[in-house]
């Protein structure tokens, strides 16, 4: 009897100190309804670049982030003249980079640069930073809705907004390892996840359907303020 007693009282004592444990362990963000866009201008040609890559990386596949944001690796090209061309790069990225810096007022472009919601930049391994931007985009008030099918190598965007919006659709790839023999990140092989391959903006709100390129694996849509840059809804569909 006595034996019963104390395996019950230990079994008590094992529960409450369970409890006390997971009540005083630290809790995870309270991130917003809202899907946040967080878009990282990088290069494979820059040195500090690999630690932003990561990060969104790693965001993508935390499971307290990965239903929340939507992220996006732009490679620009104004890197490809020192010494490594990063496949990825196009002049378009770098364009659209350009537009933020004109948004933000800042002197000159650089990476890595992250640009939360279209609405607030920082550099992009700022890990702290990126999340605490990250949650206050999540817990904005909703406006407009936007929603992806992919089939067939095709993605058909429903878009929705009671405002004046610009629809943009961004297809993008995962995974992609590149080994990089010369530039400042020579002699290292690395991965890259959420590289943008195609950007099409069929302009005011409506639905439409995309071809994909073969190398996509997955699809982002949002509506983005022409003038603000704001993104105020956003959507990401995966093969």
């Not at 999340?131 to 058909?156: P, T, W």
């Amino acid at each position: 009897m006595r034996r019963a007693a104390a395996s019950l009282a230990l079994l008590v004592l094992v529960a409450v100190v369970g409890f006390a444990i997971r009540a005083n362990a630290p809790q995870g963000p309270k991130l917003g309804p809202n899907p946040v866009v967080v878009e990282l201008f990088t290069s494979q040609g820059c040195s500090s670049c690999p630690p932003a890559d990561e990060l969104l990386r790693a965001l993508a596949k935390d499971p307290a982030y990965a239903k929340t944001i939507v992220p996006l690796a732009y490679h620009v090209d104004y890197w490809d003249h020192l010494g490594w061309r990063d496949p990825f790069s196009s002049k378009q990225y770098t364009l659209r980079q350009m537009m933020y810096q004109k948004q933000f007022g800042l002197t000159s472009a650089y990476t890595p640069q992250a640009v939360v919601g279209g609405s607030k930049q920082l550099v992009g391994s700022q890990a702290n930073e990126l999340r605490k931007a990250i949650l206050e985009d999540s817990q904005r008030a909703s406006e407009g809705k936007v929603m992806v099918l992919l089939r067939d190598g095709q993605a058909a965007v429903h878009a929705e907004s009671k405002s004046s919006r610009d629809l943009v659709i961004v297809a993008f790839q995962d995974g992609a390892k590149t080994q990089i023999v010369q530039g400042e990140n020579r002699g290292t092989t690395v991965v890259n996840d959420a590289i943008v391959r195609q950007v099409t903006r069929p302009g005011a709100v409506h639905d439409t359907v995309v071809n994909l390129p073969p190398e996509a694996t997955g699809v982002a849509a949002f509506l983005q303020d022409r003038t603000t840059m704001r993104i105020y809804a956003a959507t990401v569909a995966r093969r």
